[in-house]
T-cell receptor, first 110, second 113 residues
Framework: GENVEQHPSTLSVQEGDSAVIKCTYSDSASNYFPWYKQELGKGPQLIIDIRSNVGEKKDQRIAVTLNKTAKHFSLHITETQPEDSAVYFCADTLGYALNFGKGTSLLVTP | KAGVTQTPRYLIKTRGQQVTLSCSPISGHRSVSWYQQTPGQGLQFLFEYFSETQRNKGNFPGRFSGRQFSNSRSEMNVSTLELGDSALYLC????????????FGEGSRLTVL
């Protein structure tokens, strides 16, 4: 991948609300799009991913959607909880590596 | 199963010095990659090793180098340190199942004074 644009850079929601983070990629050859969550003082951890042959994937409160035509993919978190507060990174593939967006700092307030 | 272990966790160096960081991947994982994380640039790919061979390299100057040993442990070295090298250096390993998931360590926090 080349550049991955991620928005917003910060997001504050109330507990129970939904949160949406959006990413745009530029390399049409990209075929794998993971999302990582990084808590304070820890390394990033994969929370969900999607491949280019699928339009949507869901895992409990987390879902990812992919629009290959528009080169957009989004992370949706429903019924947010305070423990969802963290920095979230989207990424696309760069050979044997990942090309990360700049991150979204999500704050869920009780 | 133990996770990815990085040492040291914190270190302080002065400009012009060099530093070596170590990474022990998850047992059985043969691919190790390194990323630099800074507030301004986010997570940037440094290099990736598989079976002691560098397969991919990011856009960093030659002062950044790495290697992988036969037991899959990896080291990265930064020579002639600059203030801008202050960052969290993250190592990640991947298994043969090739799901694409990177398992990250907690990182080595380097401060250059």
């Amino acid at each position: 991948g080349e550049n991955v644009e991620q928005h917003p850079s910060t997001l504050s929601v109330q507990e129970g609300d939904s949160a949406v983070i959006k990413c745009t990629y530029s390399d049409s050859a990209s075929n794998y799009f993971p999302w990582y969550k990084q808590e304070l003082g820890k390394g990033p951890q994969l929370i969900i991913d999607i491949r280019s042959n699928v339009g949507e994937k869901k895992d409990q409160r987390i879902a990812v959607t992919l629009n290959k035509t528009a080169k957009h993919f989004s992370l949706h978190i429903t019924e947010t909880q305070p423990e969802d507060s963290a920095v979230y990174f989207c990424a696309d593939t760069l050979g044997y590596a990942l090309n990360f967006g700049k991150g979204t700092s999500l704050l869920v307030t009780p | 199963k133990a996770g990815v272990t990085q040492t040291p966790r914190y270190l302080i160096k002065t400009r012009g010095q060099q530093v070596t960081l170590s990474c022990s991947p998850i047992s059985g994982h043969r691919s190790v990659s390194w990323y630099q994380q800074t507030p301004g640039q986010g997570l940037q790919f440094l290099f990736e090793y598989f079976s002691e061979t560098q397969r991919n390299k990011g856009n960093f100057p030659g002062r950044f180098s790495g290697r992988q040993f036969s037991n899959s442990r990896s080291e990265m070295n930064v020579s002639t340190l600059e203030l801008g090298d202050s960052a969290l250096y993250l190592c990640a390993s991947t298994g043969l199942s090739d799901t694409g998931e990177l398992f990250f360590g907690e990182g080595s926090r380097l401060t250059v004074l």
